[in-house]
C-alpha cells in the first residue's frame, strides 16, 4: 500500500466534493463514498503481513482455529462498522452512524461469546 497514493486519493476527492457542496451535494456523497471504499480495500489488502504474523503465531502457538477466525472477522467488523459510520457522518445521518457503531458493537460481543466462555471454564478450574 502507497499511502502517498492513497493521501493524494483523499486529497483529489476532498477537492471535488467541495466543488460539488453547492450545487449537488449527492455527487459528493457518492464521491466519498467511493474514495473510502478504494481507500478500504487497498488498507485491507496491505494486512497481508499482519495475517501471516498471526497464522504464525497460531501455527506455533497451537491454538484453537476458531479464536483465529473470530480475530479476523472482528477486525472485518471493525472496518466495515468505521466505513459505514463514516459515510452516514459525511452524508449528515449522524443517527445513522450511531446506529451502524452500535451495530458493530453488538456483532463483536456476540463474536466474543466463545472468548468468554472459555475465560469462564479456565476461571472456573482455577476455582474449583
Do not use: H, W
Amino acid at each position: 500500500m502507497k499511502l502517498s497514493a492513497i493521501a493524494g486519493l483523499c486529497i483529489s476527492a476532498a477537492v471535488i466534493c467541495r466543488i460539488f457542496d453547492k450545487t449537488g451535494r449527492e455527487y459528493g456523497v457518492m464521491i466519498t463514498t467511493a474514495a473510502a471504499v478504494i481507500i478500504t480495500s487497498l488498507s485491507v489488502l496491505a494486512l497481508s503481513p499482519l495475517v501471516e504474523f498471526i497464522n504464525s503465531l497460531y501455527e506455533r502457538t497451537g491454538a484453537d482455529e476458531q479464536y483465529i477466525n473470530i480475530l479476523y472477522k472482528s477486525v472485518g467488523v471493525c472496518f466495515l462498522t468505521g466505513l459505514a459510520a463514516g459515510i452516514c457522518r459525511d452524508s449528515g445521518e449522524n443517527t445513522l452512524a450511531v446506529q451502524a457503531e452500535t451495530a458493530g458493537r453488538i456483532t463483536l460481543a456476540v463474536m466474543a461469546l466463545p472468548l468468554l466462555e472459555k475465560i469462564a471454564d479456565i476461571a472456573a478450574g482455577l476455582i474449583g
